[in-house]
């Protein structure tokens, strides 16, 4: 069992900044891909940004320059720093993982989902 636990959401101004955390735990043998989406009442999940496990980045058009993702693969964690937030930022916020248990499968997994506000 694999469990993807995210925090770090919450309220903020237009312009400032919050950083998003997404730690996995459970039977990980290793994690590939992780990345941030998010999805807004009554639209489809859209890839926020993603790393690999070298640490190649890929980002959103919408956030590029804004938002920087990272992770600490001894803490099987990512995070997202987001800055110079707008209001159309506002929306629920998503971690992924793919990742390899000890049975050799590999399975995509997701956070819970936080919510981010961005007030004008």
């Known amino acids: 069992q694999v469990h993807l636990v ?27 891909d992780m990345g ?3 999805q807004a009442p009554g639209k489809q999940r859209v890839l926020v940004a993603a790393i690999t496990s070298g640490g190649s980045t ?3 058009a919408s956030v590029k320059g804004r938002f920087t993702i990272s992770r600490d693969n001894a803490k099987n964690t990512v995070y997202l ?3 110079s937030l707008k209001p159309e930022d506002t929306t629920v916020y998503y971690c ?3 990742i390899r248990d000890y ?6 997994y997701w956070g819970q989902g936080t919510q981010v506000t961005v007030s004008s």
């Open 103 to 108: 049975s050799g499968a590999v399975h995509d």
């Open 58 to 60: 890929n980002y959103a």
């Open 6 to 32: 995210e925090s770090g959401g919450g309220l903020v101004q237009a312009g400032g900044s919050l950083r998003l955390s997404c730690a996995a735990s459970g039977s990980i043998f290793s994690i590939n």
């Open 81 to 83: 720093q987001m800055n």
């Open 96 to 98: 992924n993982a793919r």
């Open 36 to 38: 941030w989406y998010r």
